[in-house]
T-cell receptor, first 113, second 111 residues
Framework: NAGVMQNPRHLVRRRGQEARLRCSPV?????VYWYRQLPEEGLKFMVY????????ESGMPKERFSAEFPKEGPSILRIQQVVRGDSAAYFC???????????FGQGTRLTVV | QKEVEQNSGPLSVPEGAIASLNCTYS??????FFWYRQYSGKSPELIMS????GDKEDGRFTAQLNKASQYVSLLIRDSQPSDSATYLC???????????FGRGTSLIVHP
């Protein structure tokens, strides 16, 4: 009974490259949330998706960031033309449609050099 | 601006004591409340959820909710050094599925 799976766990990108972060929710969970966490700071909401739909992207920067949750396969958070300020831990969480409890993956630590 | 407020701490308690962690929130119509524990360098782990006024107990943990005062707390009885972590309060505004997090309270349990 696998939990939320994120990969890669660590990602190093040079400035200007693209970063792709993947999240496979708990089996049966149709709601996915992405958060960003900077050192010594709280979790900042980025985007909430259901299968094939972006429900709320109010926390996601308008430029360079995009997210998807296709009918088949994991949810993807994509950051284009990364900058040093994008360095952070990115967490994905999922919840089932019948409950509000959200469970987190292990996160992807993105470092931009 | 809807806010979830927590004292950043650190809260330091001796082993065996009761640790009391507090959280206030700004939206009166919030319905779902959660406590997560996050060890340094790790991901948040769900400890408790509470939806109704009153107390909810699970082992050494008790969550307390007072919607009139817009206040939710977490009590940890018989605190252990392994409880040392950051505790995050999360609130779902209204009927939303999205958890909004406070900045967390750092708890240190010393032997």
């Amino acid at each position: 009974n696998a939990g939320v799976m994120q990969n890669p766990r660590h990602l190093v990108r040079r400035r200007g490259q693209e970063a792709r972060l993947r999240c496979s929710p708990v089996k049966g969970h149709s709601h996915v949330y992405w958060y960003r966490q900077l050192p010594e700071e709280g979790l900042k909401f980025m985007v909430y998706l259901q299968k094939e739909n972006i429900i709320d992207e109010s926390g996601m920067p308008k430029e360079r960031f995009s997210a998807e949750f296709p009918k088949e396969g994991p949810s993807i958070l994509r950051i284009q033309q990364v900058v040093r300020g994008d360095s952070a831990a990115y967490f994905c969480a999922s919840s089932p449609p019948w409950d509000r409890e959200a469970f987190f993956g292990q996160g992807t630590r993105l470092t931009v050099v | 601006q809807k806010e979830v407020e927590q004292n950043s701490g650190p809260l330091s308690v001796p082993e065996g004591a009761i640790a009391s962690l507090n959280c206030t929130y700004s939206d009166r119509v919030s319905q779902s409340f959660f406590w997560y524990r996050q060890y340094s360098g790790k991901s948040p782990e769900l400890i408790m959820s509470i939806y109704s006024n009153g107390d909810k107990e699970d082992g050494r943990f008790t969550a307390q909710l007072n919607k009139a005062s817009q206040y939710v707390s977490l009590l940890i009885r018989d605190s252990q050094p392994s409880d040392s972590a950051t505790y995050l309060c999360a609130v779902n505004w209204g009927g939303s599925y999205i958890p909004t997090f406070g900045r967390g309270t750092s708890l240190i349990v010393h032997p």
